[in-house]
């Protein structure tokens, strides 16, 4: 097991790696629409707060040798289910053709300015 | 990794696959109380809701050659606490003997009509 | 795949196992701060519920040969923000050098009394 580090996004708020590498998977920490200064992106804005945080969990996989295309399961929290269309129009833009699982959970709140926030697993393509 | 894809759940009505298999597990997608027809079944009927979100679940992971009795691990999100004992009485009915790890989550909403989405973990019985 | 059951853990209050192990890997039911005999711990104290939760989520991964220090992912639900760097305090404080994949994920209820819930993955260090 080893954690995964990348300037490319955010320093980790807290006790936690940006992700941790284990058994051919890489399991990402929840990733907020904050970029790799540490400033909240778009702030109500919904379309650029999907871009950030799917970047933030891009650039983790990318650290670990894998990518968006090794997704193999998504989980999206989001404050409130009208941001659903949204989220889901900037994903399918971002992920392409692949189609990992995926779960999107309404949560009453998230960090205040962030709308999303995306927890993930992915190959390392190792495996 | 391959998605998993059957007539006998709903068809993904965003940017995912109903299920995806990697390194001898399938990762099955939230699936909600829908039928394969796409429509919502029993609304404010948590009975009916969570047995059909478990049936949806459970034909996913039949095309992925895998079953309710080879689930590793389950997360249930409700729209409320006061659902907790009878998603429970109908889940121990249809698991029977299997118990694999679960979390029970309540969220402030999930699709409207719908009290119950379960996403979950299980192997196919080949790794 | 077998399941995990241990003493030092409250006996699950549904239909699930403390924690289940398979290929290599321990997935850990939503840990409530409940102790062993299964009385809810520090009421309204997030500090006391963070150490209790995280002591069952210990006491399971001991039973199946795992510990805090093969944690690989985390998910921790608490009932609102302002619980946030407590929980992480106290988190930093039982995981030592350990730093796993997390996510924080607010939720408008748990269990009456319970401010939080922990979910995790850890390996069991033979795969």
């Given at each position: 097991m080893h954690p995964v580090s990348t300037g490319d996004a955010p320093t980790p708020a807290g006790h936690y790696a940006q992700g941790?590498?284990?058994?051919?998977?890489?399991?990402?920490?929840?990733?907020?629409?904050?970029?790799?200064?540490?400033?909240?992106?778009?702030?109500d804005d919904i379309e650029a707060q999907t871009r950030q945080t799917l970047r933030n969990v891009e650039a983790i996989l990318r650290?670990?040798?894998?990518?968006?295309?090794?997704?193999?399961?998504?989980?999206?929290?989001?404050?409130?289910?009208?941001?659903?269309?949204?989220?889901?129009r900037v994903y399918a833009e971002l992920l392409g053709a692949h189609r990992p699982a995926r779960a999107v959970i309404p949560v009453p709140e998230i960090k205040p300015g962030c709308c999303i926030e995306i927890q993930a697993v992915a190959t390392t393509g190792e495996s």
């Open positions: 941790v590498v284990h058994g051919g998977l890489v399991f990402v920490s929840g990733q907020l629409p904050v970029d790799a200064r540490g400033e909240i992106v778009g702030i650290a670990a040798g894998s990518g968006l295309d090794r997704l193999v399961s998504v989980t999206i929290y989001i404050t409130g289910r009208r941001h659903w269309a949204e989220v889901n």
